[in-house]
């Protein structure tokens, strides 16, 4: 499913950017002025798939996520002029995933268990909120590649960090707060009424995200040294 979004928006934007690079003919400039706004507004939609990277503590099995599953997300866009070929920009949104993590049985040697213990399922909802800057080639006819990249946080309304209960109890927990640095690619569509925009973005938690539980021998955080955060963002802006 990744696979095919991907390669659908990359489709998308190189036959917009062939179809007016190497035509003959002039093509007109759709809304012109946008760009020129020192202030502009948009929404934005999407897909994501989260990911976690696990440091060990000992040499085990790791811990799986499954890969073929997928959030959604929609937010705002804030944009400031800089100048012709940067924009600073505040993307506040709302993201809807869900992670599964599976367990080697190594993990639990020489304890009772059942197969429900070795899945995770780990829903989160955040309230993402990222700085970025905006850095864009000369506009080409109605199509304008760029570069973005900054930083972020999130507020994790799922994390059940405050929850006594812990795995013992089925309850896997996570710290509400999470800081990313975030780099990605897009292009920029100029369409005859607003500028639509296909973009893909990778992000990167800084800070451990995991809550122990109260055990420190637990099977299902005690080898974890370190939990952060990654995934990747399909979006389609308007503005």
């Keep these: 499913m990744r696979k095919i979004i991907v390669l659908l928006t990359v489709l998308l934007a190189f036959q917009s950017a062939t179809a007016q690079l190497f035509t003959k003919e002039k093509v007109a400039n759709n809304i012109d002025n946008l760009d020129?706004?020192?202030?502009?507004?948009g929404y934005f939609l999407g897909f994501n798939q989260?990911?976690?990277k696990f440091n060990y503590n000992e040499d085990l099995n790791d811990i799986l996520v499954d890969d073929d599953i997928f959030g959604f997300h929609l937010g705002l866009i804030g944009d400031m002029r800089i100048n012709d070929h940067l924009n600073l920009r505040l993307e506040p949104g709302?993201?809807?995933t869900t992670r599964n993590l599976r367990y080697n049985e190594s993990y639990f040697a020489g304890?009772?268990?059942n197969d429900s213990d070795l899945l995770r399922e780990v829903k989160?909802?955040?309230i993402h909120i990222p700085l970025l800057l905006k850095i864009s080639t000369k506009r080409i006819n109605n199509f304008k590649p760029f570069i973005i990249g900054g930083v972020s946080?999130?507020?994790?309304l799922s994390s059940n960090e405050d929850n006594p209960d812990d795995n013992s109890a089925g309850q896997f927990r996570m710290k509400k707060n999470t800081y990313f640095y975030e780099l990605g690619f897009?292009?920029?569509l100029y369409l005859l009424y607003f500028k639509f925009t296909p973009s893909i973005r990778a992000i990167f938690a800084i800070n451990d995200e995991l809550v122990r539980d109260a055990d420190p021998n637990s099977p299902w955080t005690g080898n974890i040294a370190n939990m952060q955060t990654r995934g990747v963002f399909i979006n389609f802006t308007f503005q």
Excluded: C, K, M, P
Aim: cysteine-free; charged content about 15%; overall charge negative.
């Design 36 to 41: 020129q706004r020192f202030l502009s507004w």
């Design 50 to 52: 989260y990911d976690f």
């Design 94 to 96: 709302v993201f809807f």
């Design 111 to 113: 304890t009772e268990f």
């Design 124 to 126: 989160s909802t955040y």
């Design 153 to 156: 946080t999130a507020l994790n």
């Design 186 to 188: 897009g292009i920029d």
